[in-house]
């Protein structure tokens, strides 16, 4: 077995031109007999990693997976690739488990996708032994180890496996592991002088953007408004926040739903399934959320609370975008969230408090931070990214800083005339001089910083003090009804004249324009090619939605959203051409080719009749004409065009791979000579050219038709 074997499978099975960073490497270890562990980030692309040995090498490869409800998704996908793959658990009647094993044993099987549990059972083992395996798959493989974020005593077993059939490579795969975690996995499995690949953790088609958590209700729904149709997922803390924003995000007219554990049992799969099919558009979760589901499409992920360390988040944030298009991610931070976390974690049993807490200090550290987030975050999985990257909020503005001793002053003067005894709404509406009855009734309007503050709005007010609060030079008292106080630092400020720096609340306002003008930019592309691209990007979302409805599968196995986007904007109208777009294997081609080849060419011959010069619509009239049966001088009479022209545009859709019958104006010995006559000629090749040549025996249309031929079958 060798790469090229391998490439052609990629290409057959998936419909992808090449390899995915490591991808080719890993293929070639397994190949080379070797035992893997093989660490890449969530829609990296691991699974090509050991489907195609799968599928190119002989017998068949085992993939142990933790998650059965996965498991169905994943065989069906292939499935739908023409992979010939099954899974075997729990779940399966007794019969289908029959069918199944009969299956492996006989051969028939390039994988077999099972749960820990019926890996290491006694009944299963002797199928297994007398099965032809050429892999083990080892996925979710952090399982094995108790130092991961999710182990499962069941995986333990596994070491079995190398004990068992020693000469078998197995591949261990995850997409989290720190060092520790990568060590043990190793020694758990007990792999033998593995190689270990570990792929860059970098998301570049994920944005990353904080804001400051105010008015998030307002937020989000300004954020779907301008996403229409997209898939998101809204990660909230408490169960009660994913069903109240679920209700109040549906009063605005938005197809929401809530998840979280506590659920009943039919109502849980049933909101992920609606998800995974498109029938609901944002889920509000908890972060029991997701675990279970392979959905490629999503476009968004909201944190509405901010995570408890920088493994969670990134995690629930990599599950949007996976299938490689770009996917926009928004996490809400408030200093309270912080508070209420660290309380949890001292709350909480006393094991890893000290961990845990540095953890959430890194989230914290994420989420105020002033410099490039994804380097940030990279660092954390102890990557170093030297440039910028240009995709999260602080590269697109930076922030800018100035002198704000004095509004620090005027805020902390205030909180120390109020005698500590407010919070943050009341402070600001005293610096702000409101006239609120609760502010007047309690004499807050008699002290000396009422109204000193008046200048700085009062959004503007809560960043600065948000950022007083990260500085230390205030506090706010969570046992003590959220008042806010003073610290030590903040006499310094107070009484020494210490200088303060805030990063300008302007920003927030740029930032806001900002995404404003680029969704003026994008209404007024007034560019017709880009609203087509778009307009049929639409047009097929919906096929596609009809057809899986139609088969029972979610709609992002038929083709996923990068797929539809590349037809959108290549918009092939043969099969040849659909099948060089990324996605489209041999087997969709088959399945699902003619349905879109057909809405490609009905939209672009309804956009012509709208009067929009589309390149390819006038070769698709006269081939929609030929199919029905018109001659050629009919069609041409129709379409005011020669009969030459129809000939060649007959030849150019031959050419393509159409259903074109050109024996029907030329026979073959007519066609050998014009091939001999251009056998050497450079093209362009001038049909007169040919025709003097040939003596002026044949036509200019046989011409055109036999170098059409000549050129699809022997150049
Ligand atoms: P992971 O298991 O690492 O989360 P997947 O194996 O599910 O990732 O792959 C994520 C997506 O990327 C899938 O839609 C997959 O089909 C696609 N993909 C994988 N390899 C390639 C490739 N070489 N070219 C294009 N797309 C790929
Ligand atoms: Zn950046």
Not at 14 to 42: C, H, N, W
Not at 250 to 276: C, M, S, W
Not at 378 to 407: R, S, W
Not at 692 to 704: A, G, P
Request: proline share 3%; with cysteine; net charge neutral.
């Amino acid at each position: 077995m060798n790469l090229e074997n391998a490439k052609a499978a990629l290409k057959k099975y998936y419909g992808y031109d090449s390899f995915r960073p490591l991808q080719a490497e890993v293929i070639q270890a397994i190949y080379d007999k070797k035992d893997v562990l093989l660490l890449m980030p969530t829609g990296g692309g691991k699974s090509v990693c050991f489907q195609i040995p799968a599928i190119t090498m002989e017998g068949t490869c085992v993939v142990v997976s933790p998650l059965i409800s996965l498991m169905k998704d994943q065989v069906e996908a292939m499935r739908a690739n023409g992979i010939r793959a099954a899974f075997l658990n729990s779940s399966l009647s007794y019969h289908e488990q029959q069918s199944v094993e009969n299956e492996l044993y006989h051969g028939r099987l390039d994988l077999l996708y099972t749960s820990p549990e019926k890996m290491a059972s006694q009944e299963f083992l002797p199928l297994v032994r007398a099965s032809k395996i050429c892999l083990f798959a080892i996925d979710e493989a952090h399982c094995i180890s108790a130092w991961g974020h999710d182990f499962r005593p069941e995986y333990r077993q596994l070491r079995f496996l190398k004990n068992t059939f020693p000469n078998t490579p197995v591949i261990a795969l995850t997409a989290t592991a720190d060092k520790l975690t990568r060590k043990d996995i190793i020694v758990q499995a007990e792999l033998r002088n593995p190689e270990v690949f570990i792929a860059s953790f970098d998301r570049p088609n994920l944005s990353l953007e904080v804001r400051p958590g105010r008015k998030r209700i307002e937020q989000i729904i300004e954020f779907i408004g301008k996403r229409p149709n997209q898939p998101g997922v809204i990660y909230c803390t408490a169960r009660k926040t994913t069903e109240s924003l679920a209700e109040k995000l549906k009063e605005a007219g938005i197809n929401a739903a809530a998840y979280h554990a506590g659920l009943d049992e039919r109502t849980r799969p049933k909101v992920q399934e609606d998800f995974i099919n498109d029938r609901t558009t944002v889920i509000c979760a908890t972060i029991a959320f997701g675990m279970g589901i392979d959905k490629s499409n999503v476009r968004w992920v909201i944190h509405y609370n901010l995570p408890k360390n920088i493994e969670g988040y990134y995690q629930e944030i990599g599950r949007s975008g996976r299938d490689g298009a770009d996917a926009n991610t928004l996490l809400f931070y408030s200093a309270q969230d912080v508070m209420m976390l660290r309380e949890f974690i001292m709350d909480g049993e006393g094991q890893n408090r000290d961990i845990q807490l540095a953890k959430l200090e890194r989230m914290h550290q994420y989420a105020t931070a002033l410099i490039c987030r994804r380097k940030i975050l990279l660092n954390y999985f102890n990557e170093t990214m030297l440039e910028n990257c240009g995709n999260c909020d602080v590269c697109k503005n930076p922030p800018q800083h100035f002198d704000g001793t004095i509004a620090a002053q005027k805020a902390l003067s205030a909180v120390s005339r109020l005698n500590e005894q407010v919070g943050t709404g009341m402070l600001v509406d005293v610096l702000r001089g409101s006239k609120s009855y609760n502010l007047v009734s309690n004499g807050y309007d008699k002290i000396k910083t009422y109204g000193a503050g008046k200048d700085i709005r009062q959004d503007d007010w809560f960043f600065y003090l948000e950022q007083l609060i990260n500085q230390g030079l205030l506090e706010i008292a969570y046992d003590d009804h959220s008042k806010v106080k003073l610290t030590e630092a903040s006499r310094a400020v107070l009484f020494s004249g210490q200088k303060v720096e805030l990063v300008k609340a302007e920003i927030l306002q740029k930032r806001k324009e900002e995404e404003e003008a680029k969704t003026q930019i994008r209404t007024k592309r007034t560019l017709e090619r880009e609203r087509v691209r778009d307009e049929l990007f639409e047009h097929l979302r919906e096929l596609r939605l009809d057809i899986a409805r139609e088969k029972g599968v979610p709609p992002y196995i038929v083709f996923n959203d990068t797929t539809l986007e590349e037809m959108a904007a290549m918009r092939p109208t043969t099969e040849a051409d659909l099948s060089q777009i990324s996605g489209v294997g041999e087997q969709k081609l088959e399945a699902y080719g003619r349905a879109f080849l057909d809405a490609i060419q009905d939209f672009l011959l309804a956009k012509k009749d709208e009067g929009i010069r589309i390149t390819g619509a006038t070769y698709l009239e006269t081939f929609r004409q030929y199919k029905q049966g018109a001659t050629v001088d009919e069609i041409a009479a129709q379409r005011g065009i020669s009969p030459l022209t129809v000939f060649s545009h007959l030849a150019h859709l031959y050419e393509k791979g159409e259903n074109v019958n050109i024996w029907a104006f030329l026979n073959k010995a007519e066609a050998q000579r014009v091939a001999e006559a251009v056998h050497d000629m450079e093209p362009p090749i001038k049909l007169q050219e040919v025709f003097t040549k040939l003596n002026e025996e044949l036509t200019y249309e046989k011409i055109r038709l036999g170098i059409a031929w000549y050129n699809k079958n022997k150049r």
